[in-house]
């Protein structure tokens, strides 16, 4: 077993891998170009080492932001036909391509964490005065975008926006999206990663139809929330969002911006109070909504956990945490991204069951300001048993903590560097 500072050594030679100069690759092979919140998440492990570079991580992203607000889930800095769908499909019409979907908007919670600790503090106010204004705009692009009935509470319109592109929870509205009338395609995917961890074919051709409608509309966001047939809230996304603006407006305090600082707050707060209604007694946990439908999702997913990374009701926390004690007895690593006794958990299908460090992180962050500090060290020290047995998978089976997906993954390694950095009980 490899001792601590080795794992530590090992991470960041991953992230050197992956580093393609001004941004990281998720994996080499599999996902080949910039992902959104795989940036955000990175940028935390490099300002271990080299805050400069995890800075430029976040600028890069931001460099590909839309006019509207918008921050795109894929930025295409290099061809590359190792993966589907490419450019050719999103016909963004943007110099350096991107897909037309976003990401969990987990920038700002990144920027505050950076600059927190940044060594660096001319630099960090420097580059976090400069993207400030940016980083609001693509949360008030949200509220505007995919809340247009002023809900308090945002939507997805595509699965691969949640950042958990096959769970559970998006089974039941995804059957209202069509598969006929795709054009035919090549997966890439299952020629680098084992089919069998992966989403399956209809769930692609659904993918790609939703793709294929939004490009049919020109990519105009004030017409794509209502016009797709996908539109889930999901409370994990959402409370990624708060946090974020939380995050931001106390930064926007400390950097001179009371204006941002003032309407983050108003929108965190109001996400707050309406997160509420997504919660199940039934569960104990928060469930996404199908705002088709305007009914809560039957699927007990990590989603509903992950709630917790924003500052919901102690008593909301509390419960959540007795939630994942439960979660606990079913499977030998926390935190299982749908629950083992419910019959659709799959232990190696991607988000139908594995555990992920990211998710994992983001769960113990807002469990430590709960308060909840039991439950922050029992998932902390499942996070090094994995890394410790299974090194840094993209997942894990969270019954036999076995690697799962792509190896070598960027913001696994980013996670094991600052767990193992930050936490007593690592
Ligand atoms: C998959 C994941 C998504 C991630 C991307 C790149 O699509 O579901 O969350 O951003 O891979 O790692």
Same mark, same amino acid.
């Given at each position: 077993?490899?001792?601590?500072?080795?794992?530590?050594?090992?991470?960041?030679? /991953?992230?050197?891998?992956?580093?393609?100069?001004?941004?990281?690759?998720?994996?080499?092979?599999?996902?080949?170009?910039?992902?959104?919140?795989?940036?955000?998440?990175?940028?935390?492990?490099?300002?271990?080492?080299?805050?400069?570079?995890?800075?430029?991580?976040?600028?890069?992203?931001?460099?590909?932001?839309?006019?509207?607000?918008?921050?795109?889930?894929?930025?295409?800095?290099?061809?590359?036909?190792?993966?589907?769908?490419?450019?050719?499909?999103?016909?963004?019409?943007?110099?350096?391509?991107?897909?037309?979907?976003?990401?969990?908007?987990?920038?700002?919670?990144?920027?505050?964490?950076?600059?927190?600790?940044?060594?660096?503090?001319?630099?960090?106010?420097?580059?976090?005065?400069?993207?400030?204004?940016?980083?609001?705009?693509?949360?008030?692009?949200?509220?505007?975008?995919?809340?247009?009935?002023?809900?308090?509470?945002?939507?997805?319109?595509?699965?691969?926006?949640?950042?958990?592109?096959? &769970?559970?929870?998006?089974?039941?509205?995804?059957?209202?999206?069509?598969?006929?009338?795709?054009?035919?395609?090549?997966?890439?995917?299952? &020629?680098?990663?084992?089919?069998?961890?992966?989403?399956?074919?209809?769930?692609?051709?659904?993918?790609?139809?939703? /793709?294929?409608?939004?490009? #049919?509309?020109?990519?105009?966001?004030?017409?794509?929330?209502?016009?797709?047939?996908?539109? /889930?809230?999901?409370?994990?996304?959402?409370?990624?969002?708060?946090?974020?603006?939380?995050?931001?407006?106390?930064?926007?305090?400390?950097?001179?911006?009371?204006?941002?600082?003032?309407?983050?707050?108003?929108?965190?707060?109001?996400?707050?109070?309406?997160?509420?209604?997504?919660?199940?007694?039934?569960?104990?946990?928060?469930?996404?909504?199908?705002?088709?439908?305007?009914?809560?999702?039957? &699927?007990?997913?990590?989603?509903?956990?992950?709630?917790?990374?924003?500052?919901?009701?102690?008593?909301?926390?509390?419960?959540?945490?007795?939630?994942?004690?439960?979660?606990?007895?079913?499977?030998?690593?926390?935190?299982?991204?749908?629950?083992?006794?419910?019959?659709?958990?799959?232990?190696?299908?991607?988000?139908?069951?594995?555990?992920?460090?990211?998710?994992?992180?983001?769960?113990?962050?807002?469990?430590?300001?709960?308060?909840?500090?039991?439950?922050?060290?029992?998932?902390? #020290?499942?996070? /090094?048993?994995?890394?410790?047995?299974?090194?840094?998978?993209?997942?894990?089976?969270?019954?036999?903590?076995?690697?799962?997906?792509?190896?070598?993954?960027?913001?696994?390694?980013?996670?094991?560097?600052?767990?193992?950095?930050?936490?007593?009980?690592?």
């Amino acid at each position: 077993m490899a001792s601590k500072s080795e794992m530590a050594h090992q991470a960041k030679e /991953v992230l050197r891998l992956n580093d393609r100069g001004t941004y990281t690759v998720p994996t080499h092979g599999l996902y080949p170009f910039q992902w959104n919140w795989d940036s955000a998440l990175s940028a935390i492990g490099f300002a271990h080492f080299d805050e400069a570079r995890a800075w430029t991580e976040i600028d890069t992203l931001f460099a590909h932001q839309w006019e509207d607000g918008m921050v795109p889930h894929i930025i295409f800095h290099q061809p590359d036909e190792g993966y589907f769908p490419g450019p050719e499909v999103w016909q963004t019409g943007r110099d350096v391509p991107t897909s037309g979907i976003t990401q969990p908007p987990v920038t700002g919670f990144a920027v505050r964490r950076i600059f927190d600790r940044a060594q660096d503090k001319t630099l960090a106010t420097l580059r976090a005065t400069a993207l400030l204004p940016k980083i609001h705009a693509w949360h008030q692009w949200f509220f505007r975008a995919r809340d247009p009935q002023e809900t308090g509470l945002v939507a997805i319109i595509h699965p691969w926006e949640s950042g958990r592109d096959n &769970s559970v929870d998006w089974d039941r509205a995804f059957e209202r999206v069509p598969i006929e009338g795709v054009a035919p395609f090549t997966r890439r995917d299952t &020629s680098h990663a084992n089919p069998a961890h992966r989403p399956t074919d209809a769930q692609y051709k659904r993918y790609i139809w939703l /793709v294929e409608k939004f490009r #049919s509309l020109g990519w105009d966001n004030t017409q794509l929330h209502d016009a797709s047939p996908f539109r /889930v809230v999901d409370p994990g996304f959402n409370a990624i969002l708060i946090r974020s603006c939380s995050d931001l407006a106390d930064l926007a305090d400390r950097l001179g911006e009371p204006e941002i600082a003032d309407q983050s707050r108003a929108m965190a707060a109001k996400g707050i109070a309406a997160m509420e209604t997504l919660w199940s007694d039934a569960h104990g946990q928060y469930l996404c909504e199908d705002r088709t439908l305007g009914t809560l999702i039957d &699927s007990p997913s990590i989603g509903g956990i992950l709630a917790t990374f924003a500052a919901i009701p102690a008593d909301r926390a509390k419960a959540l945490a007795q939630r994942i004690d439960i979660l606990a007895k079913s499977c030998d690593f926390l935190v299982p991204s749908h629950d083992p006794t419910a019959p659709d958990f799959d232990g190696l299908r991607y988000w139908r069951g594995p555990a992920w460090l990211i998710v994992n992180y983001m769960i113990a962050d807002g469990m430590k300001q709960a308060g909840q500090t039991a439950i922050v060290d029992k998932i902390m #020290s499942d996070c /090094v048993r994995l890394i410790e047995k299974s090194g840094f998978a993209e997942y894990y089976d969270p019954t036999t903590g076995a690697p799962c997906g792509g190896t070598q993954f960027t913001w696994t390694a980013a996670m094991v560097i600052e767990i193992l950095q930050t936490h007593e009980a690592a």
